[in-house]
């Protein structure tokens, strides 16, 4: 079993930044992958960025230059900076662990709002 526990969500005004982090516990092999995906009010799920254990990373085109994924394998945590917010930002944001089978965590709000 494979556990994600998500923190950091919250309400920012344009322009803020917030840091989200996700702390995977249980079975998790040495290879693989953890990101970010977010849905928005009547939106499909989409992803956000992920990054493998080797660090390779891959960004949706909305949030490039925006925002930054990291990892510390040792304590199998993902974390996502988000800098310049912007209103379309806000969204439920789920973390992802793929070991390989696809692994979620519970969501945690991001507002963006003045």
């Known amino acids: 079993q494979v556990q994600l526990v998500e923190s950091g969500g919250g309400l920012v005004q344009p322009g803020g930044s917030l840091r989200l982090s996700c702390a995977a516990s249980g079975s998790i092999f040495n290879i693989n992958v953890m990101g970010w995906y977010r849905q928005a009010p009547g939106k499909q799920r989409e992803q956000v960025a992920v990054?493998?254990?080797?660090?390779?990373?891959n960004y949706a085109d909305s949030v490039k230059g925006r925002f930054t994924i990291s990892r510390d394998n040792a304590k199998n945590t993902v974390y996502l900076q988000m800098n310049s917010l912007k209103l379309e930002d806000t969204a439920v944001y789920y973390c992802?662990?793929?070991?390989?089978?696809?692994?979620w965590g519970q969501g945690t709000q991001v507002t963006v709002s003045s």
């Open positions: 992802i662990l793929r070991n390989p089978g696809a692994y």
């Open positions: 990054i493998t254990s080797y660090g390779i990373t």
